[in-house]
């Protein structure tokens, strides 16, 4: 279980029962490998074991590893916190961002996206435990903030994501998770054409996929313990 293709296939398989427990197909559910602080050649390992796309929270690390890895067709999703003077970085050179939490920073993205490029998908991040130092729009905040986002053209919103704090047992995790599904559902009677709901980490992604994940973001469990 030492190498990053044993671990893959062990983050593939917990994928799998998640989803037999609780009745759903492996096909919906994404995994995002989550490379934050290991070298392009941890993500070289888990590319020829199969793994298209990565998560990263450090623009310039992440920038470094795109370049040495330019012939690859990987898939590059920005889940770091993001600050406006950072927004023309990942709008020139990401495929997704998942923390987008505030208009300023979506209206920067959509106008610095590159004509050339596919628009940037995006995420929402959505604060559903309440901390009030932590990022992410408020429920109430999402909605007016989602529409928004749909009228920018160099941006397609797919999805909500959230990060909430780790939970002491898996139902207790399953129902702040399911906060998120219900806000999902939510946008979606709206009339927003929502289809991914990014939550799930290495500890809890089991109760994530129970309460309707879309797309894990696993790092730990793949690529070993960050220092
Ligand atoms: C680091 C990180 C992850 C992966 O966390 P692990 O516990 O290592 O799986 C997922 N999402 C975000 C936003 C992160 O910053």
């Not at 330019?70 to 927004?87: D, F």
């Not at 429920?139 to 928004?148: K, S, T, W």
């Not at 160099?154 to 959230?162: A, Q």
Request: some cysteine; overall charge neutral.
């Amino acid at each position: 279980m030492n190498s990053i293709a044993d671990r893959l296939a062990a983050v593939r398989s917990r994928i799998e029962a998640a989803c037999l427990a609780c009745g759903r197909s492996p096909s919906e559910i994404g995994l995002l490998a989550v490379s934050k602080t290991f070298p392009a050649q941890a993500v070289e390992q888990a590319l020829h074991a199969g793994q298209l796309a990565f998560g990263e929270n450090y623009i310039q690390e992440a920038i470094e590893k795109m370049a040495t890895l330019r012939h690859w067709p990987l898939q590059w999703h920005c889940i770091g916190p993001m600050q406006s003077n950072k927004t023309r970085l990942v709008a020139e050179n990401f495929d997704w961002a998942h923390t987008v939490d505030r208009l300023k920073i979506a209206q920067r993205l959509s106008e610095q996206r590159p004509s050339k490029l596919p628009p940037l998908q995006v995420c929402v991040q959505v604060n559903i435990d309440g901390g009030p130092n932590k990022s992410g729009v408020s429920p109430e905040e999402l909605m007016p903030l989602a529409r928004a986002i749909v009228g920018m053209p160099g941006l397609r919103l797919r999805g909500l994501m959230c990060i909430p704090e780790p939970a002491p047992d898996f139902e207790s995790a399953r129902q702040v998770f399911e906060r998120a599904s219900a806000l999902f559902r939510t946008c979606q009677h709206a009339g927003l054409a929502l289809d991914t709901l990014s939550m799930g980490m290495s500890d809890d992604l089991e109760a994530a996929i129970a309460a309707g994940s879309t797309m894990v973001r696993v790092g730990s469990a793949i690529f070993g313990s960050r220092n």
